[in-house]
């Protein structure tokens, strides 16, 4: 056991932790009228999303040299094949379709000081496979086919204080991982921003405090995955002096300051960061992982299905692609096709917590996921898709799935559905739990997981693809749990 | 100007660093006994390298189905068309022959203590590339398909304190890359693993004190490309409090001193580390780089040539693939056919130091290369093979080339041939070198390099894809400097 969980972060992100929790504006308040804002949002930039054929998709087609689903502009993403091969799982050997989407976007987000408080701009957004029309966004979202102008729309708003044309001072920027189950090595660059300068107001944009941003993590489909990546890579770990300082802010036997305790690096920690950073260089050696590029029409050797409606598995598992038009009134452009995804089934993502020495700890899981841009990231305990594992044979059901769909309602600190990005998924929404196990629960048959503390995770945070999208998510969500509220 | 060289490090690392520099073994002696040694090793391990056209080649044949040179058994490497596609520089749209190896193996260094001096095992192995018979190597070296005996071979010497069966302590594990010019995505387990037991004699090992392993990199083609990256992989940065004790083993005002200063994190400098990783993110985000696998055919759209002697580009430039037979005595197996992969010429990796308010700096840049796993590794200032560039538009010539071409000898601080893999590279050998520029030396107008203090590139290389193989090897070519000789 170490003596202090020994974050290797540097002084200027345990600065910026400490303002976060302490600068944060305290109590939560406005929810009513977030949502408010939200819904007159919703009614403005409505969006009519319909299915269409691929041979009526306007400017997209498949490609005569191997087949892939792509724009005539080369640009935004295209649907091609991937083939994977490994030595571990159940299946070793598939090729399946996948976006590629090779160019990296911004997901930034501008925080003020307003009176001593930290104010973050949020957006108001809609999306063409949102399940509400409108959720909370980052400032900015934007692909570089955005900003460069090939949607031949408006300027990007607020891109002069990510780009360095506008003085700031940057907090985060780390390149980070979205779902390699559906993307091949897609990234965005996760950036917080501190601005100084008078920023026009907008009626799609709006400061909240950094505790009413996080409260809202607590109601279902608002936060949206691009928001939820850029708040979990806000570094944790906070000056060695500062931890009783914020530990003060919570009752102290409570399950949110104990939370608190092991997400600001004030506790021990079971394994120290060289040992997992060895355990991840291990895990990444002995799984072999192997991509690449096919032809679109190889997918049907491993059971695709591609017609003119969309590309299905002869399962009905996993997902398909379709394509739709959309017809919006406030965008960039008025109206535009594209394809989109279409998970076949809900996502459960569990993590589960547990009192190691003083300290809460995760269990989390390195995960290999078929367009990963390493062989593995960290994942939450419970990792999938439960109905694609309904044939599975009972060695290969995920570890701890049983577990968490029959757990008490009693052990369970966190609750709530939120959805995948909407410009790339259609009303794709996944289940993010947070459970508490007792202190006698038993981790050892499954090798494949680690005990970690909240302030390790964060800390991996400073770089990229060690953490997947959906840990980041449940990381969002935590910080909802320690933001103190008025019960 | 930071206060001090905010490094990352984790107190397991910074005690390394502390013994590395501290209990090497002082002046190191018996360099001319090692060279008898590996001499000797020369003789008996000889090794016949004939080239045999493709079509000769055992077990290996281009396939049906998208023309790569594999191995029967799937299993080693092949040779495979890469498309590539960029926003900048000369050549922005190409495709390419590249080495695919998507096996991780190990490069692992065993170190013990005796009598309070650390010792590391060196290996004496021959290669079929090699330029010199016989190279320094880690104590292991080994791909997947040694350790899992697809050669047929004899088991692997020591492997067992590295993959957990025996106890040992692990003071390095790290994946790192390789030549992204000439591999798709290739990265070797990078493992320094202290040792307790006794381990046995054998005629190709051999205990040396760190000291005297790093005394030889001031030799040509002693010690091999993946001792170099193993080496460079020790962290340097050492415990805050300990920093004079090490200073004091050298005379204050010597390059040596001056250089030990910057990689132990002792000064400032230039930049703090989250303004490093930030200009990292976005050169990752505005550089386009987008890689695709190719049929083996289409890279003679690009110029290449296919024969059944070898591949070679039409300009006779970058390098050639031809396939040999290699007959050994003293091998896991007695004689093999393999490619091989011959650059048209050497390599020139120079790397500027400047002394900048006290500390010393040195000029990296992040490179682009066809097969890298992420976009950029920051490089040597001058990383290029120069006679590619002997027809390139002035504007496009690599910064600082000429500098470096004409510097006159009194700022030349290291100087040396060492040679690349002599498993897949066919007597490549490249000039490596060090060169303190004078304190009015301006590298404003190379708006794509930074100055970075030694410990800040050495904490980097605690995570994989920040610094690239090269830049590796001057990092461990620097130590050979540092370290202490009689005159």
């Known amino acids: 056991m170490d003596d202090r969980a020994d974050n290797r972060t540097t002084p200027e992100s345990s600065q910026s932790a400490t303002r976060f929790l302490l600068d944060d504006g305290g109590v939560p308040t406005a929810t009513a009228e977030i949502h408010d804002w939200l819904s007159r949002n919703g009614v403005e930039q409505q969006l009519e999303v319909t299915r269409v054929p691929f041979s009526a998709m306007d400017r997209w087609a498949f490609q005569p040299d191997d087949g892939r689903l792509a ?196 506790g021990t920690s079971v394994h120290n960061m060289n040992s997992l950073l060895s355990w991840i260089s291990d895990v990444r050696t002995t799984r072999e992982f192997v991509q690449r590029n096919r032809p679109l029409p190889d997918i049907e050797r491993s059971g695709w299905i591609r017609g003119d409606d969309g590309i299905e598995h002869e399962e009905k598992k996993y997902f398909t692609v379709f394509g739709v038009t959309v017809t919006t009134s406030d965008r960039e452009v008025n109206s535009w096709m594209q394809p989109l995804l279409s998970p076949a089934n809900s996502g459960l993502l569990a993590l589960l917590v547990k009192d190691i020495g003083g300290t809460l700890h995760a269990l989390v899981q390195p995960r290999t996921e078929a367009g990963g841009m390493d062989v593995a990231e960290l994942a939450p305990t419970v990792h999938c898709q439960p109905d694609n594992y309904a044939d599975a044979p009972p060695e290969l059901r995920p ?41 006698d629960f038993d981790a050892d048959d499954a090798p494949d997981h680690r005990w970690m503390t909240f302030d390790q995770i964060t800390c991996l945070l400073g770089h990229s693809h060690y953490v997947n999208i959906q840990l980041r998510s449940i990381v969002a969500c935590a910080s909802a749990v320690y933001t103190r509220s008025d019960g």
Request: charged share 25%; hydrophobic share 40%.
């Open 71 to 266: 724009h005539e502009s080369g640009r935004f993403f295209s649907i091609e094949g991937l083939h994977v091969r490994t030595n571990f799982g159940w299946r070793r050997d598939w090729t399946q379709p996948i976006i590629v989407q090779p160019e990296i976007g911004f997901l930034g987000l501008l925080v003020k000081e307003f009176d001593g408080v930290l104010h973050v701009l949020v957006q108001a957004k809609a999306e063409p496979g949102n399940i509400n029309a409108v959720q909370l966004s980052p400032t900015l979202q934007a692909t570089r086919s955005n900003y460069t102008g090939v949607h031949r729309g408006s300027k990007v708003r607020f891109i002069e204080y990510f780009n360095g044309t506008r003085p700031s001072r940057i907090l985060v920027d780390v390149l980070q991982s979205e779902q390699g189950a559906w993307f091949l090595r897609k990234r965005n660059r996760n950036m917080v921003v501190e601005v100084f300068d008078d920023l026009p107001e907008h009626p799609n944009f709006r400061w909240l405090t950094v505790a009413q941003l996080r409260a809202m993590l607590h109601h279902d489909n608002v936060v949206n995955m691009d928001l939820r990546t850029v708040l979990a890579c806000i570094p944790t770990a906070v000056e060695p002096g500062r931890t009783d300082e914020v530990l003060a802010r919570l009752p102290g036997d409570s399950f949110q300051a104990r939370l608190l305790h092991s997400f600001i690096g004030a």
């Open 399 to 439: 570890a701890y799935l049983d577990y968490v769909l029959n757990v008490p309602r009693s052990r369970i600190r966190y609750d709530a559905w939120h959805s995948e990005e909407g410009g790339r998924f259609y009303r794709n929404e996944n289940r993010y739990m947070l459970i508490e196990v007792p202190s």
